[in-house]
């Protein structure tokens, strides 16, 4: 997984260097940081001002912000 300041997070396939899924966006910053939960379920990113947003894998949505 990658974020950018395109203000979102993309999944990609290790192999093949090829996106999987959509894009993953939510809000108007641009994202500087990602960590995956130990379990592999979740995953935090921090916004450029201050925002931290907690993300579903299944659902690729924000669950907490």
Do not use: Y
Request: charged share 30%.
């Amino acid at each position: 997984m990658t974020c950018s300041h395109h203000k979102l997070l993309r999944v990609w396939n290790l192999e093949s260097g090829e996106q999987i899924g959509d894009d993953w966006r939510d809000g108007d910053n641009p994202v500087m940081t990602i960590a995956l939960s130990p379990d592999g379920k979740r995953i935090i990113s921090g916004e450029m001002f201050g925002m931290v947003k907690l993300w579903d894998i299944e659902t690729c949505k924000v669950i907490i912000r």
